[in-house]
């Protein structure tokens, strides 16, 4: 199976700051790679597929790049909604696996 | 729209096999390119692919619980079950469904829409 790494594990940001999160597969996926939010007590919500493209109606200001083992998803500008646990997931090859996430808070 | 909803006990006891139902319209499984993953989330913990059913009837299953697993459809019913056999309270975890779509060019959308969750417990 292949592994997904995400860095850190959480963070504490303010507003309007630029975030940026890492993910790291362990072997090749390509551009195989998706980001997904998630408020407390919410289902996930797709944010990015095939690395770097926007999901409909999911604003802007999230952006994703990279291919290959290495991968960033960057918020541009933290709004209060954004506070969320965001995680990446590789559909290269079945099985499906997700990173560990990475939490987002407040400072 | 496309919604998806998933139901089943929210209680069962060790040992026993949980079957999942997940219900969902706006896309149909019998129209080429569309797929149903299920995934867990265990309190406090991250996300975890289990399976996956396409158009097509080709099933896909995690690693470390292919033995228990069993996905299959009903396409008149748009219906997905999750059959999972010899729980444990390790199995404890919110249940999720959720759709995929590959476009006629080969584009992956995963799990692109989701369902609100339900929540299993697994106790004696």
């Known amino acids: 199976d292949i592994q997904m790494t995400q860095s850190p594990s959480s963070l504490s940001a303010s507003v309007g700051d630029r975030v940026t999160i890492t993910c790291r597969a362990s072997q090749g996926i390509s551009n195989y790679l998706a980001w997904f939010q998630q408020k407390p007590g919410k289902a996930p919500k797709s944010l990015i597929y095939a690395a770097s493209s926007l999901q409909s109606g999911v604003p802007s200001k999230f952006s994703g790049s990279g291919s290959g083992t290495d991968f960033t998803l960057t918020i541009s500008s933290l709004q209060p909604e954004d506070f969320a646990t965001y995680y990446c997931q590789q559909y290269n090859s079945y099985p499906w696996t997700f990173g560990q996430g990475t939490k987002v808070e407040i400072k | 729209q496309v919604t998806l909803r998933e139901s089943g006990p929210a209680l069962v006891k060790p040992t026993q096999t949980l079957t999942l139902t997940c219900t969902f319209s706006g896309f149909s499984l019998s129209t080429s390119g569309m797929c149903v993953s299920w995934i867990r989330q265990p309190p406090g913990k991250a996300l975890e692919w289990l399976a996956l059913?396409?158009?097509?009837?080709?099933?896909y299953y995690s690693t470390s619980l292919k033995t228990r697993l069993t996905i299959s459809k009903d396409t008149s019913k748009n219906q997905v079950v999750l059959t999972m056999t010899n729980m444990d309270p390790v199995d404890t975890a919110t249940y999720y469904c959720?759709?995929?779509?590959?476009?006629?060019?080969?584009?992956?959308?995963?799990?692109?829409?989701w369902g609100q969750g339900t929540l299993v417990t697994v106790s004696s």
């Open positions: 059913i396409d158009w097509d009837d080709d099933k």
């Open positions: 959720a759709r995929t779509t590959i476009t006629f060019g080969g584009v992956i959308a995963p799990l692109d829409y």
